[in-house]
């Protein structure tokens, strides 16, 4: 048995590497999106431009929930060893690609990946921490997570400026391997307590079916395609059936890809709701303020990527605060509320907030970046103490699957949003819509309405997490994890 010390030691070890593993999974989300225009001329593919995100944002999506019952199958280890393995093989071909197809079917690679790397992180904390310290540790990586998320266009806009846009993946191949060997040193001892069990195929082919079908669907949407264009009919059709078959599969199966029992559980559904709604805000902000600021404020990619950097360093703040709090309280409940309620208050100062006002701008950001923070851990403890351990891993990869459908979401909706409104305020702008905005005063006068709207739109959204955190019955956070079998109530 390990003395204290050492097992202090090997704990800060196995953080380290996941630390660097949820980087990776989480900086790839966003890392790409200033340098999408300059991908796209190089490739000639603008027509294809927005499915550089949405491929590795659908595949991660996809492939989240069906990581989380291999790793409490098959072990943290292995799990997210095979899931570094793809993520840094996607990221070899995407610096490698020589045409738009190629670079986006490299994106569904990486995100496939991607879907195991953040996701089986966070269940392995579980393994390894104490529930009552859970939470400071979840506020770490919490913060990790969203810092990465933000740090993507920075980092997007400088290798892309002053580089190249490849340099964006080939640094992927030093950190996955590093990553990698940090797992397998760290968690070498690490039981595997559910390999006798199996995985659901027929269920886990119904979900990726229905899901990819309905993402698919609404990216299109956000890029202009009406909902009853036969195609895009087509897709909504088959993902609704999909998802409906699955249900109605997981509800017979003795071992469902994700256990509908779950959701009978009040805690795991509102804060899976929450941290919906949270990424729904945070994915449309770090995406839609830089293109704000190019598109409405004539601002470079690089200087616009920077201004995030308040709520970079403002979410990190608020997750490190809430999990220290929760550690040495024990509960969690007022600070889900109160950072949902910041997080709305942000928001519509950002609405609020002129582009000439740097300042101003500033503490909108700090407040939206701090309240967010202070739901992302609490959302994810709250639901690893409401279940048993058996299911911590399905449980933990069901949070992840609601924040990455958040931010799916998020930017499939609000892009539509975006392009709608641009038409109705500018009719008779040419098919180059966006390029067009950035030469044209009077485009950019209504790029600008149109993005306050879309904030007014993120924040009130964001305003039924409060709602919804007041019907949580919360409880005590346990000094250790409940045995294996225990019932799941809320």
């Avoid at 704990?11 to 990776?24: K, M, N």
């Avoid at 000639?44 to 991660?60: D, E, H, K």
């Avoid at 397998?184 to 039981?191: A, F």
């Avoid at 967010?372 to 709250?382: E, N, R, Y």
Wanted: hydrophobic share 55%; glycine share 10%.
């Amino acid at each position: 048995m390990q003395n204290p010390a050492d097992q202090a030691l090997n704990i800060r070890l196995i953080i380290s590497g996941l630390v660097l593993v949820i980087l990776l999974g989480a900086i790839e989300q966003t890392v790409v999106a200033v340098a999408l225009p300059v991908i796209a001329g190089q490739l000639n593919g603008f027509a294809q431009m927005a499915w550089v995100i949405s491929a590795y944002l659908v595949a991660c999506t996809v492939a989240t929930p069906i990581w989380g019952k291999l790793s409490d199958i098959h072990g943290r280890s292995a799990s997210l060893s095979a899931a570094i393995i793809i993520f840094t093989l996607g990221s070899l071909g995407c610096a490698l690609a020589m045409s738009m197809p190629q670079l986006i079917g490299f994106r569904v690679l990486q995100g496939l990946g991607g879907g195991g790397l953040i996701s089986v992180a966070q269940a392995t904390i579980a393994n390894v921490v104490p529930l009552r310290e859970r939470g400071r540790y979840q506020g770490y990586i919490s913060g990790v997570y969203a810092s990465a998320s933000l740090a993507g266009p920075i980092l997007g806009g400088y290798l892309t400026h002053y580089l190249s846009w490849r340099y964006i993946f080939w640094i992927n191949l030093p950190l996955g391997l590093l990553a990698l060997w940090l797992v397998r040193r760290s968690l070498r001892n690490l039981p595997v307590t559910h390999a006798q069990h199996s995985v659901d195929y027929v269920g886990a082919v119904l979900f990726a079916t229905g899901l990819t079908s309905v993402l698919i669907a609404m990216t299109r949407l956000g890029q202009g395609v009406a909902l009853v264009e036969p195609f895009n009919l087509l897709l909504a059709i088959v993902g609704v059936t999909m998802l409906v078959l699955f249900g109605w599969h997981s509800s017979r199966s003795s071992e469902p890809l994700i256990p509908l029992s779950l959701f009978r559980n009040k805690t795991v559904t509102i804060c899976c709701a929450v941290l919906f709604l949270a990424f729904f805000q945070f994915i449309s902000m770090s995406v839609l303020l830089p293109l704000r600021l190019q598109l409405a404020g004539g601002m470079e990619a690089d200087s616009s990527a920077l201004r995030l950097l308040p709520l970079t360093l403002a979410i990190p703040l608020g997750a490190f605060l809430a999990g220290r709090l929760m550690s040495a309280t024990g509960h969690y409940k007022m600070l889900q509320l109160g950072g949902a309620i910041a997080a709305t208050a942000g928001g519509i100062a950002m609405a609020l907030c002129p582009l000439d006002q740097p300042g101003l701008m500033v503490v909108a950001l700090v407040v939206l970046g701090v309240g967010l923070g202070f739901q992302f851990p609490t959302s994810m403890v709250a639901t690893q103490n409401a279940v048993s351990v058996g299911h911590i891993g399905v449980a933990t990869a069901l949070t992840s699957l609601s924040r990455l459908l958040g931010g799916a979401v998020g930017v499939a909706l609000l892009s539509s949003l975006l392009t709608t409104l641009l038409r109705h305020a500018l009719p008779d702008a040419p098919v180059e819509l966006f390029a067009s905005l950035m030469s044209d005063a009077s485009g950019r006068v209504a790029a600008d309405g149109a993005f306050r709207q879309l904030f007014l739109i993120s924040a009130a959204c964001s305003a039924l997490a409060p709602l919804l955190i007041l019907q949580l019955s919360e409880k005590e956070l346990r000094g250790k994890p409940v045995p294996s079998g225990a019932p799941a109530k809320s």
